[in-house]
């Protein structure tokens, strides 16, 4: 994984691909690095850490041009060091390549090349460079097609080369890229987030593609040299929605984001008068619906308890037996999949590398594979038949809030259509819908407590060492409650199901070990309720969420914050907020790196 920027066109290059890589940050941030066609002479300047370090190395720079390609960092092969930061020269010095992604055959490629190219960094594009060079015969993209045959691996790459100084190639496999187009500019990157400021049409590069842009136009071609036609979308985001929009970081604009995207994400997909859900991008009949007898979720990180929450909504409202897989696990234990199962694929991003693999091995077995999906045009979301786009909008923070929330809420919808073709009554999808209806009004009341959750932040923000607790639906709650602390704030901290506590876990509490436990009025509510005075007992402190109005949340607890009830099924559209904005203070609070957590990145596209 890495973000990949590059800008041809009249402009000035240095400052475009700087805001682009702040863009990409999320991609990784170990090292940055940029190249700019100079007069025939390429100038790159690298810088180890975040991008305003590279920034404040070009200020002291004469770097200009208006052709440059630029690059930020997540390590995969070699350590993080400025000699393994891109871009990267081959050996004459006039070509100089990014890279996203892994050669797999770096060493065998090395070994052939050693006698005649010279290696200064431990990186597989360095390789990969002057493989490209080692095919150079005056032709830029003939030699990156020839090489690129040789290679094993995934790649999202940008050549230059100073023998043709008004030309840039690009070619993906595996790691995603996306052209920008304005007019005869022209932007690259690894998504569309770094063009939006100049322009919404672009164009998504496939596996096995490679495009060639000069003198005000672009070609695209496959590895075989045959010339390849492109459709030309339009992307609906705009540069603003990207932006922090006057908060301090991403995490907490993306978390007040969450009633209007929530919104968005329902908007047009319900019918009230047929109790009913419609996701046209499912592309089942009703027949071959009503033929799914298993149903596999397959996600990573955040994505993955969002889709235990689609399990119970999927089983209770469908009856049709649901399994959650995570995604590097799901392909390797032999997966039994066929043409009765349907599975979804759920992703913010639609590039992680493990649930793409999953998407590929699920329909080489032959099921219904679809998409659940953030990013528009993203990987996941062309190489599945189907899926609904979540309709979030930029998610820039690493910790991941809103596309959260909405993954929820298209599996609750994906679950209310296969209920009411299989089993629930009219009445009952209505009341469903009427509760989901008043999921923004309810979300808004919660982020008004924003403050006193604050408060109770505080007063734990010495604490090393938390339990998330709740039982049922809440139990995915906890799970990710538990992760959001401690991705951004690094505190250790565990979620069990409540019931679990006694066989174990119990053990670790002591009055330095603070529980934060769900415990809203559902069918588990007294049976959680026992569970925590079993904590009680043990002279823990404890943060509980409850419902208004119990007032025996008061007795059990040292803080509790309070929220209003909704269906069971939807509690995590609201359970999950409080515990969102307690992870986001307490990184504040320690002074963390809230929106670019150290050792994460967004976009995993390594396996
Ligand atoms: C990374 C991120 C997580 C995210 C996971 C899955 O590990 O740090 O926040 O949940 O990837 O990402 P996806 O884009 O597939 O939802």
Redesign the pocket.
Known sequence: MCGIVAYIGNKPALPILIKGLRRLEYRGYDSAGVALMCDRKIERLRSVGKIENLEEKTKDSCLSGNIGIAHTRWATHGGVTEENAHPHFSTSGKLVIVHNGIIENYRELREKLKEKFEFKSETDTEVLVNLIESHYDGDLRLAVEKALLHVRGTYGLVAMHSDEPDKLVAARLGSPLVVGIDEDEFYIASDATPMLAYTKKVIFLEDGEVVEISNGKMETFNLKDESVTKCVEEIEWDDEQAEKQGYDHFMLKEIYDQPTVFEDAIRGRINMGDGTAHLGGLNMTDDEMRGIERIILI??????YAAMIGKYAFERLAGIPTEVDV?SEFRYRDPIVNDKTLVFA???????A??LAAVREAKRKGAFVRGV???VGST?ARETDGGSYIHAGPELA???TK??TN?VAIMTLYALQFGRLKRITPATGQRLIKALLEIPEKMNSILKQTDEIKKIAEKYKDSRDFMYLGRGINFPVALEGS?KLK?ISYIHAEAYPAGEMKHGPIALLSPEFPVFALMTKNQLYEKTRSNIEEVRARDTKVILIANEGDENAKELADDVIYIPPTMELLEPLLNTIPLQIFAYHMAVLLEKDVDRPRN?????TVE
């Not at 996600?299 to 993955?304: K, Q, R, V």
């Not at 759920?346 to 992680?352: F, L, N, V």
């Open positions: 996600a990573c990180g955040t994505a993955s995604a759920i992703s913010q991003s639609g590039e992680t493990d649930t999906v953030n990013v996941i690493v910790a991941s596309a959260y993954m992760l991705e994460l990145a967004k976009s995993v």
